[in-house]
Structures are given as structure tokens and as C-alpha cells.
């Protein structure tokens, strides 16, 4: 019976990649990748010699009987993105739809993703948190913006560098001067961290060139109040 395995890839450090996922890339038939390139310097580092296929945002609708066809010619295919777990802003999620509906066999394997470490670095609450991923670049990033900021949980974005300083203006022009963590380079040699608010961050962020990806961190509006209210008995 034919399966497909996704496989998390390290964000960074190529360590990160667990005993079990190194075996099912070993004992794959064949392994879908989001880039190629990527996927076999990974392989070249770890000695696995397989035939990979791109599966990626650009070709996953098109080809989707494509893919369904070669999974269902072997026992074993794994699927891998850049960085990350497959399906998290990422490449996967049709595929897999695709695979249950043609009653193919899925497993996810548990390991990296770069929210989870962002998360519990910041010093935010973690018990419970809203995940958004990327926000849209135009259309409809005001209204999520603003759907955000009415959240009582810690919520957790994407971005990019490019965009970072702005969105961070904005979320101060919409939530308020919230505590807040960003997180960049993770696992990797200039990972950094910045805690504090979000006036902290832009000033911070606008004085310097930003590289990687980044992963933002915002305080939920329950605690928000609760500081605000706090601060305020205090004076």
C-alpha cells in the first residue's frame, strides 16, 4: 500500500533533523522537495542518494494527478519543504488533501517548525496562542491586522525583513504599544531575539539592516490590559 511520509527539515542548523526523519529519507522511493537544491545539500550532508521531484506553491495545484499518479506507483514517498514542516506556510497541504481523498495513507513526523521556539523564547504566554503565518501584502492586511489585535491569546506572525519595520508600525498603530518578541536567523549562527515593545522594536529594527526569517511574537490584549491597568495604579 502506498504512503506519504512528510518529513520536517531543519530551519537552520542542519543538526536539527531527527534519527527518524533521516531514516524515512533513506528508505523513501522517491522524495517530493519545494526546492531541489535545497533539499539534496541536505541530503549531500547526511550521504542520501535519492531521485527528488519538485513539489512546490507554484506547481502543487497544477500537477496534483501527477503526484497523486507516481505516490500511488510506490510504497514510500516523502515529502519535504526549504525549512520547516510541510504544510506550515508552506507547500503540503493540497497534496495531503489529495492523498486522503484517493485513499492514500498519510504520516506527519513530529520536529522542526520556527514558531514553537519563537514562541516559548519570547517570554509571552505560551499556554495558549493564535497563529496566523504570513499577513497578506495588500488586500485584506488591514482587517487581519485588526482581527489580531482584538485576540486575548499571544499571536504569532511571518514576515519577512523587507516588510518587518512597517508591520511592526502598524500593529503599534492598531493593538496599541504591546509587548512583543522578534525572533530571526533561528538555530542559525546570528540568531537574535529582541524582547520588549513594539515603540522598542521599530526603533530598534528601523537603525539597522535586517537578514532571515523572522518570526514575531505579540502579547494578547488580555495581558495588554492587564499591564495597561497595572501601570496605571502604579503613577
Given at each position: 500500500?502506498?504512503?506519504?511520509?512528510?518529513?520536517?527539515?531543519?530551519i537552520?542548523?542542519?543538526e536539527d533533523?531527527?534519527?527518524?526523519?533521516?531514516?524515512?529519507?533513506?528508505?523513501a522511493?522517491?522524495?517530493?522537495?519545494?526546492d531541489?537544491?535545497?533539499?539534496?545539500k541536505?541530503?549531500?550532508?547526511?550521504?542520501?542518494d535519492?531521485?527528488?521531484?519538485?513539489?512546490?506553491?507554484?506547481?502543487e495545484?497544477?500537477?496534483?494527478?501527477?503526484f497523486?499518479?507516481?505516490?500511488?506507483?510506490y510504497?514510500?514517498?516523502?515529502?519535504?519543504?526549504d525549512?520547516?514542516?510541510?504544510?506550515?506556510?508552506?507547500?503540503?497541504?493540497?497534496?495531503?488533501?489529495?492523498?486522503?481523498?484517493a485513499?492514500?495513507?498519510?504520516?506527519?513526523?513530529?520536529?522542526?517548525?520556527?514558531?514553537?521556539?519563537?514562541?516559548?523564547?519570547?517570554?509571552?504566554?505560551?499556554?495558549?496562542?493564535?497563529?496566523?503565518?504570513?499577513?497578506?501584502?495588500?488586500?485584506?492586511?488591514?482587517?487581519?491586522?485588526?482581527?489580531?489585535?482584538?485576540?486575548?491569546?499571544?499571536?504569532?506572525?511571518?514576515e519577512?525583513?523587507?516588510?518587518?519595520v512597517?508591520t511592526?508600525?502598524?500593529?503599534?498603530?492598531?493593538?496599541?504599544?504591546r509587548?512583543?518578541?522578534?525572533?530571526?536567523?533561528?538555530?542559525?549562527?546570528y540568531?537574535?531575539?529582541?524582547?520588549?515593545?513594539l515603540?522598542?522594536?521599530i526603533a530598534?529594527?528601523?537603525?539597522?539592516?535586517?537578514?532571515?526569517?523572522?518570526?514575531?511574537?505579540?502579547?494578547?490584549?488580555?495581558?495588554?490590559?492587564k499591564?495597561?491597568a497595572?501601570?496605571?495604579?502604579?503613577?
Amino acid at each position: 500500500m502506498s504512503k506519504l511520509i512528510l518529513v520536517p527539515t531543519p530551519i537552520g542548523n542542519l543538526e536539527d533533523i531527527t534519527l527518524r526523519g533521516l531514516r524515512i529519507l533513506q528508505e523513501a522511493d522517491v522524495i517530493f522537495a519545494e526546492d531541489t537544491r535545497v533539499t539534496k545539500k541536505l541530503l549531500t550532508h547526511y550521504n542520501i542518494d535519492k531521485l527528488v521531484l519538485a513539489c512546490h506553491q507554484h506547481n502543487e495545484h497544477q500537477q496534483l494527478d501527477y503526484f497523486i499518479r507516481t505516490i500511488s506507483s510506490y510504497q514510500m514517498v516523502a515529502m519535504v519543504t526549504d525549512a520547516g514542516t510541510p504544510g506550515i506556510s508552506d507547500p503540503g497541504f493540497m497534496l495531503v488533501r489529495a492523498c486522503l481523498d484517493a485513499q492514500i495513507e498519510v504520516e506527519t513526523l513530529p520536529g522542526a517548525t520556527a514558531f514553537v521556539p519563537a514562541l516559548v523564547n519570547s517570554g509571552l504566554p505560551c499556554d495558549r496562542f493564535y497563529f496566523y503565518g504570513f499577513l497578506p501584502h495588500k488586500k485584506g492586511r488591514k482587517t487581519a491586522i485588526e482581527r489580531l489585535s482584538v485576540l486575548e491569546e499571544t499571536f504569532i506572525l511571518y514576515e519577512s525583513p523587507f516588510r518587518l519595520v512597517k508591520t511592526l508600525e502598524q500593529l503599534l498603530e492598531t493593538a496599541g504599544n504591546r509587548q512583543m518578541a522578534v525572533c530571526r536567523e533561528l538555530t542559525k549562527l546570528y540568531e537574535e531575539t529582541f524582547r520588549g515593545s513594539l515603540s522598542d522594536a521599530i526603533a530598534y529594527f528601523s537603525q539597522k539592516e535586517v537578514k532571515g526569517e523572522i518570526v514575531i511574537i505579540v502579547q494578547g490584549k488580555n495581558q495588554f490590559e492587564k499591564q495597561s491597568a497595572n501601570e496605571e495604579s502604579m503613577e
